[in-house]
């Protein structure tokens, strides 16, 4: 968390979080939550749903109040102020574009609240309508649009009000693969051609890997990781966000000493965990670190387990092999290469993987 | 079977429908049915057309052409004080009810409040008890409150078009609240936010988002209360003075004292005042009817409803 560049002293804070917490009743859905998001930062909070990353985002637009907490805009306390008295604008789940006005209307209607002039009004919807590629449907009705183009409509909707953060809530979620793969580019660029904060929730891992500055992952009402994606992928802090994130195998044991890791199996590897003799850990394996042989020696620098290969998974550029070790079964992906010999069901093998190549985090499942 | 003709028929709607439409019997029962429905409805109407033009001074002969009934009808001034009345209270409580039944539709639908379900209960009371049970209740209230009111604010209230609108107001709250309500509870909540966020104020939200939703709602309970009002006989006859009575009441007091053709003209003109607020409301439908809910967000980058 310390060494990402957004959140460094030179940048200025667009979003400051401390011990944010709301509750519906017994429900706590955001528990004591401390988050800064950077001017200029693509941030998006990602978890299952349940935990808690829409509440946040609905408290940073004002759309929920914090039961506890302070809530800062550009450093002003914003708590409890409505949502048309802040400096952000939302792009809803669906859109939620009005169906009685015509685009024009829905795209003005902010400007029109902040009684804007009307010459204005109509250049800035012009320019908004421009920049998301729709100028020529200014006279349609929201119904007659289809979903991606709505979806660019609601984007029109919020930035023509210039607001200092922008606030997305699930935006693609409605989008076929295609579009979606569009639309995460085109907002990227939009975002930097900006320069605002654009703060982004989503339930999808790879969706906040490819667009994100940094990524804050929620379960439970808690933000567990603040970090660039890389380091979520490559350090994750524990196992709900090794598992979240991509796919894992997660190899449980006990630090035997200061760099050996005992499997449960009583395989040792090497590995320097930081933690207590004794502590029980999980090895984070990806299965595309890990490679698969025949039978074989460790090689100097890798650790190694034996199995049996179970089933296998053909995807196309990979494969995936399901291996089954003494004690649980992991994956391993293998690239889908010509001069790679196959693995069948049944066959005995080694699945090795160089020292740094795993990660390790405390606790077991 | 059953399953396979179900299936044919649900998916047919668009096709010339050889298969899934009755034939024979079904058809021949089936269309007898709708004849015997309109004849049962319309013919009482269209007799009470023809008599009202009847030359006879008794209701059910028929006596020759004429309209001297409508020119009684012209002359009589006490009929036109009762229509007068009956379309100012009319107006007067569809207004007020209109008003206060949205509001409680909006506090119910909206927000959370302690006792919210007691007053969701309560607030539909007027639609179950029985009408006479109301006219009771309102003839208690009025002659207990009336003389309170006088001696508190000073405000003389004499029964007639006050005790006849207030009557009418507090039922037709119940009936204006359940059909906005309904409107309000297919409405996408999310609209309102997104007008909070686009700098809207509460107010300003209300005007240009949810009320355009919802008008079709409030048109309709309006409608509602409007025809409500016109049409009560029981709760007005027990609320209403001798120097004011509405149309309904008067022609039922017309009624006991002896039947004249001059009835009919009466029925015949309530039932065209009557018929017009139908077209009315069809034609109030037709516009906004042709706004529906947004269309489901579609995955197709195709625009789904161009040009309609």
């Known amino acids: ?365 | 079977m059953v399953e396979r003709y179900e299936s044919i028929n649900s998916e047919s709607t668009g096709m010339s429908g050889d298969t899934a439409k009755p034939r024979g019997t079904t058809k021949w029962l089936l269309s007898t049915n709708a004849i015997l429905v309109y004849v049962f409805f319309y013919a009482p109407i269209i007799l009470l057309l023809i008599f009202s033009f009847s030359d006879n001074r008794n209701v059910g002969t028929w006596g020759g052409f004429t309209l001297d009934w409508y020119r009684e009808f012209a002359a009589n001034e006490p009929i036109q004080d009762s229509i007068w009345i009956s379309v100012k209270v009319a107006l007067v409580s569809t207004g007020v009810s209109v008003v206060l039944g949205t509001m409680a539709a909006l506090a119910l639908e909206r927000f959370r409040f302690r006792g919210d379900r007691v007053f969701d209960g309560l607030l539909y009371l007027p639609i179950i008890i029985p009408d006479v049970t109301m006219a009771v209740m309102m003839l208690l209230f009025f002659s207990q409150f009336l003389d309170l009111i006088d001696s508190v604010l000073g405000i003389q209230i004499t029964k007639g078009f006050t005790t006849i609108a207030i009557s009418h107001i507090a039922f037709s709250i119940s009936f204006v609240s359940i059909v906005v309500r309904a409107r309000l509870a297919g409405m996408d909540e999310r609209l309102e936010e997104a007008a909070l966020d686009l700098y809207a104020t509460r107010w300003k939200t209300f005007r240009h988002i949810t009320l355009p939703q919802i008008a079709p709602g409030v048109a309709g309970g309006a409608l509602l209360a409007l025809t409500l009002s016109l049409d009560d006989v029981v709760i007005t006859q027990f609320v209403s003075g001798p120097g004011a009575t509405t149309l309904p009441v008067y022609v039922f007091g017309l009624i006991r004292r002896g039947v004249t053709p001059l009835i009919n003209s009466v029925s015949v003109l309530m039932l065209a005042a009557s018929v017009l607020l139908v077209i009315l409301s069809l034609l109030a439908q037709r516009t906004t009817g042709s706004k529906g809910p947004p269309a489901d967000a579609d995955t197709d980058d195709e625009p789904s409803r161009v040009g309609i």
């Open chain 1, 1 to 365: 968390m310390n060494d990402n560049p957004a959140a460094s002293d030179t940048t200025v804070t667009a979003v400051g979080l401390r011990g944010i917490t709301k509750r519906f009743g017994d429900v706590v859905a955001v528990d004591n939550i401390d988050l800064d998001i950077g001017d200029g930062e693509f941030f998006a909070l990602l978890g299952p749903s349940g935990c808690g990353k829409t509440t946040t985002l609905r408290m940073i637009a004002g759309l929920e109040f914090p039961t506890q907490g302070s809530l800062k805009i550009f450093d002003h306390e914003v708590g409890t102020l409505p949502p048309n008295k802040r400096p952000v604008n939302t792009v809803f789940q669906n859109y939620a574009l009005f169906p009685h006005l015509d685009i024009n209307d829905n795209v003005g209607f902010g400007l029109r609240m902040q009684r804007v002039k009307k010459a204005e009004i109509k250049t800035r919807v012009g320019e908004a309508l421009e920049m998301v590629k729709l100028s020529n449907m200014g006279e349609r009705k929201p119904d007659q649009l289809s979903g991606g183009q709505q979806q660019r409509i609601a984007l029109a909707r919020a930035l023509v009000n210039r607001p200092k953060v922008l606030l997305l809530d699930e935006p693609l979620g409605a989008l076929d693969l295609k579009l979606r793969v569009e639309m995460q580019s085109e907002l990227k660029t939009l975002q930097r051609e900006l320069g605002i904060s654009f703060v982004f929730v989503t339930h999808d891992q790879e969706e906040a890997l490819t667009m994100s500055d940094r990524i804050g992952i929620m379960d439970q009402g808690q933000l567990l990781q603040v970090d660039p994606p890389e380091a979520i992928y490559e350090r994750p802090v524990n196992r709900f966000v090794a598992d979240f994130i991509g796919q894992t195998n997660l190899l449980e044991g006990n630090v035997e000493s200061s760099d050996v890791v005992c499997l449960l199996n009583g395989a040792r590897i090497p590995l320097d965990t930081g933690l207590a003799v004794g502590s029980s850990v999980s090895v984070i394996l990806r299965p595309e670190r890990a490679t698969i042989g025949s039978r074989r020696e460790i090689e100097p620098g890798q650790s190694a387990v034996d199995g049996v290969i179970r089933s296998i998974t053909y995807l196309g550029n990979a494969i995936v092999y399901r291996v089954g070790l003494d004690w649980m079964e992991i994956d391993v992906r293998e690239e889908n290469l010509p001069h790679e010999t196959r693995h069948e069901p049944g066959e005995e093998v080694t699945v090795s993987w160089d020292h740094g190549a795993v990660a390790v985090v405390e606790g077991q499942g």
